[in-house]
């Protein structure tokens, strides 16, 4: 179980910075692996095209 403490309020004289730290460091890293992702996704869709997975998988 997790037990976070609250003492009181937050605010910005004393900011939570491991938690902001955080929420940066997540968001960079969610882009960073965004950018390729056309690509990517454009490398699958021709592989699959390719393969003739399409041709066996049944129709809706």
Same mark, same amino acid.
């Given at each position: 179980m997790l037990v976070v403490p609250i003492s009181g309020? /937050?605010?910005?004289?004393?900011?939570?910075v491991v938690t902001l730290a955080l929420l940066v460091i997540n968001c960079l890293v969610f882009l960073? =692996?965004?950018v390729n992702d056309d !690509?990517?996704?454009m490398a699958a !869709?021709? =592989?699959y095209l390719t393969s003739g997975?399409?041709? /066996? !998988?049944v129709p809706r």
């Open positions: 309020k /937050i605010g910005w004289k004393n900011p939570p960073l =692996f965004q !690509e990517s996704r !869709e021709q =592989f997975l399409a041709a /066996i !998988e």
